[in-house]
């Protein structure tokens, strides 16, 4: 099971609004550049965040895209689900109730079912503010050791 790039891009681009912080408006072209992601392919995920709402567009010449909430209103299966949908590992488990016709008898049920459940305990419990604290340290640590060469 793989994260698509979609999902991926959308939460580098949430994580940058976040440490945008409150009031300011950053473009697409801006996270594109600092992320190093298709500004195209940005451009397709952002109306879907603006549609739930996780996003607002602001026109004009200090314009571009802030979070409508607090970051720590944000869970990464929030922004996981809001762009892809249902994240369970198999496709019997995106409904509240089985379709499956063989969900009585199936014998590996129970071990999607457990994945799914860890997969959520993660991503639900991981919101945007936890992130902009990760990113900071690093970032922290980076500039501390910026005089030495490699990766930091």
């Given at each position: ?15 940058a ?5 409150e009031?300011?408006n950053l ?7 600092s992320?190093g ?18 996003v ?15 970051p720590e209103d944000?869970?990464?299966?929030l922004?996981l689900?809001?762009?892809e ?12 109730v089985n379709q ?6 199936c014998?590996t ?8 459940m ?8 991981v919101?945007?503010?936890?992130l902009v604290?990760?990113?900071?340290r690093?970032d922290a640590r980076?500039?501390?050791h910026?005089g030495?060469?490699g990766?930091?």
């Amino acid at each position: 099971m793989k994260i698509s790039a979609k999902s991926r891009y959308a939460l580098h681009l949430m994580l940058a609004l976040a440490m945008e912080g409150e009031g300011n408006n950053l473009s697409v072209k801006s996270v594109a550049e600092s992320h190093g992601i298709s500004e195209k392919y940005l451009e397709q995920i952002i109306p879907v965040l603006v549609r739930s709402g996780l996003v607002r567009s602001v026109r004009g010449a200090k314009g571009g895209y802030h979070l409508t909430k607090d970051p720590e209103d944000y869970t990464v299966g929030l922004i996981l689900r809001t762009v892809e949908g249902s994240i369970a590992p198999v496709s019997c488990l995106d409904d509240e109730v089985n379709q499956c016709a063989r969900c009585r008898e199936c014998v590996t049920l129970d071990l999607w079912q457990q994945v799914d459940m860890a997969i959520s305990n993660v991503v639900d419990h991981v919101t945007l503010a936890d992130l902009v604290d990760k990113q900071r340290r690093i970032d922290a640590r980076c500039a501390a050791h910026s005089g030495s060469k490699g990766n930091c």
